[in-house]
């Protein structure tokens, strides 16, 4: 499975194209990419991998400096809720 960036596969592709391109400025791109092949597998349990994809992008966070450091911290923690919220639509549909 590859990794449809950042939004669910339900997106346009020039939204997710524009997502993920704004987040790569910010976090690296294994930040999404594990999170949609544990969404695509069902495994571990949703939970656990919209956590892990929190956790890995304040990791990215880190390196930042400057503005950037607690604006991604903002925008990551965004991301997470939007998961939360969403994720259970897109949540092991994937092969």
Do not use: Q
Not at 10 to 16: E, S
Not at 67 to 74: G, K, L, N
């Amino acid at each position: 499975m590859t990794s449809n960036g950042i939004g669910p596969t339900w997106f346009p592709l020039w939204l997710r194209k524009a997502l993920t391109k704004f987040g790569s400025s910010f976090f690296k791109t294994a930040s999404w990419e594990i999170h949609d092949i544990g969404y695509g597998r069902a495994d571990p349990p949703r939970a656990v991998c919209d956590v892990k994809f929190l956790t890995a992008m304040i990791t990215d966070s880190e390196r930042l400096n400057g503005w950037r450091r607690p604006f991604s911290r903002v925008l990551a923690h965004l991301f997470y809720m939007a998961v939360r919220l969403f994720g259970w639509m897109t949540y092991g549909t994937r092969a």
